[in-house]
């Protein structure tokens, strides 16, 4: 629950509007109004690591998402968010250990499975992680990043029609995904199917020009034609 100090709250809400219009100082500003007002106000402090973090100070964001954690150890944006912040950092375990107290605080939220999965497959857990996946698709049926990144741990794992299914959904739900094209491509070039596989790589060159993974790959495809 938000705190009962209206001015706290009101400078709060300013802070959410400025972040979510990209004014980084703006939001800054008013989320330390807000803990000058309240100083346990632990979504301010959530807020502001989230600004500071989209500024590029990781370290003050985490200590700042700790200090949100130490007044409210029940909020569980404030664990997801330092999940995030640890797994940029490159540290899966740590960004484990948070996902899944952000789940457990909240257990319908699919970007916390999304996210755990991510940070698993890092760790290089991919049956775990593919559970996460799809433990958020049967929250989120339409969340195209889980089913992109089940389609891609599918396919680490050579499970290729199941990986050419759920790239096929990633698309489906997002017609303009160039990434989850040339998933697909490398999905369907593994199974003999070198001719989907060229005009999959060609379609996310068109929806991403400057994507080289998308040109190396066609370059590849279109060699073993000659």
């Not at 346990?40 to 959530?46: E, G, H, L, R, S």
């Amino acid at each position: 629950a938000l705190t009962e100090n209206k001015n706290a709250v009101a400078n709060f809400e300013q802070g959410d509007n400025l972040y979510k219009q990209g004014d980084l100082k703006g939001a800054e500003a008013a989320f330390r109004k807000a803990i000058e007002l309240e100083p346990k106000f632990a979504q301010a402090y959530t807020g502001l690591g989230n600004t500071l973090n989209a500024q590029g100070k990781p370290e003050e964001a985490i200590a700042l998402y700790n200090q949100a954690i130490s007044f409210d150890p029940k909020y569980a944006d404030a664990h997801y968010y330092l999940g995030n912040a640890l797994y940029a950092q490159g540290k899966p375990t740590e960004a484990v250990a948070e996902y899944t107290a952000a789940i457990g605080l909240d257990p319908k939220n699919p970007a916390g499975y999304n996210a755990l999965g991510n940070a698993l497959y890092a760790q290089g857990k991919l049956e775990e992680a593919i559970a996460q996946y799809k433990k958020a698709i049967s929250f989120a049926p339409k969340y195209v990043d889980a089913h992109y990144n089940l389609a891609s741990a599918l396919y680490a794992q050579q499970k290729l029609t199941e990986a050419v299914s759920e790239y096929t959904e990633a698309i489906r739900l997002e017609p303009k995904y160039a990434q989850a094209y040339t998933g697909l491509a490398n999905a369907m070039d593994d199974q003999g199917k070198p001719q989907e596989a060229i005009a999959h790589y060609k379609k996310a060159i068109s929806f991403d020009p400057n994507y080289a993974y998308a040109y190396y790959n066609l370059g590849i495809a279109l060699g073993r034609q000659q």
